[in-house]
T-cell receptor
């Protein structure tokens, strides 16, 4: 199994509070992703990183920011959590982009966030 | 923009039945890659297969087979002789093959397959 650890795995917070989710990998993969999973929406890309300090937005990036100061860690921050951000968040890593050879994504176990 | 449509929200079958999960995609890229992932009730996402747009050969892996048809922009997944352990949400996904689109994997909304004993 790919060495991906997400923390925390479960969190309950209140509207308006900041929240940071951490994704840590031991595979030294260049590419890292944050997705959210919601019923009826499947998996939607929030942000991704293609190297240290190199990040870009996905399709649902509003209200989220990310940082990647070292290869192994990719942080997702909700500056001021809202109830619409209640979701399961998945981190994924890949050695190569999915649009190149052997570019499959490997996923973490997910972090369930509830915003009251 | 990339788009993946999985029109079947839920499918329920009885064990040993064959079942096909549909996936239709949209892309402007001439080179692209298609994926299937499985999410069992435990919640993890498991990679099943990756195909590129130049390879239209069907693929078989045990009870699983995939039918890629460029003419209809479809990449369907068939489970033969389904088993209870096949119960899961199955996601089809697409990545472009060039520019910024090859960095991203776009998922369909998933199909919940329930296999009843």
């Amino acid at each position: 199994d790919a060495g991906i650890t997400q923390s925390p795995r479960h969190k309950v917070t209140e509207t308006g509070t900041p929240v940071t989710l951490r994704c840590h990998q031991t595979e030294n993969h260049r590419y890292m992703y944050w997705y959210r999973q919601d019923p009826g929406h499947g998996l939607r890309l929030i942000h991704y990183s293609y190297g240290v300090k190199d990040t870009d937005k996905g399709e649902v990036s509003d209200g989220y920011s990310v940082s990647r100061s070292k290869t192994e860690d990719f942080l997702l921050t909700l500056e001021s959590a809202t109830s619409s951000q209640t979701s399961v968040y998945f981190c994924a890593i890949s050695e190569h982009p999915p649009g190149l050879v052997s570019g499959e994504l490997f996923f973490g176990e997910g972090s369930r966030l509830t915003v009251l | 923009a990339q788009k993946v449509t999985q029109a079947q929200t839920e499918i329920s079958v009885v064990e040993k039945e064959d079942v096909t999960l549909d996936c239709v995609y949209e892309t402007r890229d001439t080179t692209y890659y298609l994926f299937w992932y499985k999410q069992p009730p435990s919640g993890e996402l498991v990679f099943l297969i990756r195909r590129n747009s130049f390879d239209e050969q069907n693929e078989i892996s045990g009870r699983y087979s995939w039918n890629f048809q460029k003419s209809t922009s479809s990449f369907n997944f068939t489970i033969t002789a389904s088993q209870v352990v096949d119960s899961a949400v199955y996601f089809c996904a697409l990545s472009g093959g060039s520019g910024g689109s090859n960095y991203k994997l776009t998922f369909g909304k998933g199909t919940l397959l329930t296999v009843n004993p």
